[in-house]
Structure formats: C-alpha cells, structure tokens
C-alpha cells in the first residue's frame, strides 16, 4: 500500500515561486503532481520515475521543476514564474499504481 501526503501550498503573487512537496510512504516507481483548477477537471503536471527521469506538462515545462529525496521519501515541485492560472489544488499520487486521492494543497497565484 502506497501513502502520499501532500504540503506546502500557499498564497503568491504572479512571477513568484512556491515548492510543494510529496511525502511518500511505500514504493513508488514513478510519482506524478496534479492539479485541479477551479471548476476545472484534474489535470498531470509532471512525473518524476525512480531512476531521476523527469517528464513534464507543456505549460509549465520550463517553470516547474520535478524532484525526489528518496532518502526521505519525499517528492518536491518546485514552482517559478507563477502565473494566475497555474492557481490550484495541487495532488500527488503514484502514477502507475493510482492511490485514492488526498486532500491536496492550494495554490493561489493572484496579486
């Protein structure tokens, strides 16, 4: 059984920056971040697999970078030039063995 709990959203004006993270709990070959905007459906955002390799949705591909401590079995995003609509619930879960979804964390881009 895989755990994911997530943390660390928040409030920040437009082209700042704000790290989420993703505590994990069990083993995981691949660890996804999603987000669900305001009236909007659920949506990938990027991947990262055991192994490093880091994949990435086309609107926030250069901007968000994807990361793993798997000594502490912690997954990170961290997020730059925030935009208003990058403004969401933002969710972890294993990518290849979906988990039942967390409660997320809010990000709020807004001036």
């Known amino acids: 059984q895989v755990g994911l709990v997530e943390s660390g959203g928040g409030w920040v004006q437009p082209g700042g920056s704000l790290r989420v993270a993703c505590a994990v709990s069990?083993?995981?070959?691949?660890v996804g971040w999603y987000r669900q905007p305001p009236g909007l459906q659920r949506e990938w955002v990027a991947s990262?697999?055991?192994?490093?390799?880091?994949f990435y949705a086309d609107s926030v591909k250069g901007r968000f970078t994807i990361s793993r401590d798997n000594a502490k079995n912690m997954v990170y995003l961290q997020m730059s030039s925030l935009k208003p609509e990058d403004t969401a619930v933002y969710f972890c879960?294993?990518?290849?063995?979906?988990?039942?979804w967390g409660q997320g964390t809010r990000v709020t881009v807004s001036s």
């Open positions: 879960n294993d990518v290849y063995n979906p988990q039942p």
């Open positions: 069990g083993s995981t070959f691949s």
């Open positions: 990262i697999q055991s192994y490093g390799g880091a």
